[in-house]
């Protein structure tokens, strides 16, 4: 599976983003696509995540700012970044987690995805 990530760039805080991951694989449509993100020196951190089902989950630290949906016909996952900050600088990354799981569980540990992108660049200025 071949993930790819578009849509980064650099804006002024306050402005909006909006992220895209495309798969190359045919595990799309039944799984779960998250996004984490990684900046200088820290590790990386989960944002949100979004299954087939339609169950997702944001972090703590974006929630009601960044929204995630996906396009199982497309098929691409999108991360709507709203009122950016400077903190939210560092790179994103889409990931796949290929577990089918029978509760409403959402994965969100970067150890639960077995497949990642290259990432994309997000820069927030003050």
């Known amino acids: 599976v071949q993930l790819v990530e578009s849509g980064g760039g650099s804006v002024q805080a306050g402005n909006s983003l909006r992220l895209s991951c495309t798969s190359s694989g045919d595990t799309w449509s039944v799984y779960t696509m998250g996004w984490f993100r990684q900046a200088p020196g820290k590790e990386r951190e989960f944002v949100a995540a979004?299954?087939?089902?339609?169950?997702?989950k944001h972090a703590d630290a974006v929630r009601g700012r960044f929204t995630i949906s996906r396009d199982n016909l497309k098929p691409t996952v999108y991360l709507q970044m709203n009122s950016l900050r400077p903190e939210d600088t560092a790179t994103y990354f889409c990931?796949?987690?290929?577990?089918?799981?029978?509760?409403?569980?959402?994965?969100?540990?970067?150890?639960?995805?077995?497949?990642w992108g290259q990432g994309t660049q997000v820069t927030v200025s003050s």
């Open positions: 990931a796949l987690n290929t577990v089918a799981y029978v509760s409403t569980y959402v994965p969100w540990t970067p150890s639960e995805y077995t497949s």
């Open positions: 979004i299954r087939t089902s339609g169950d997702y």
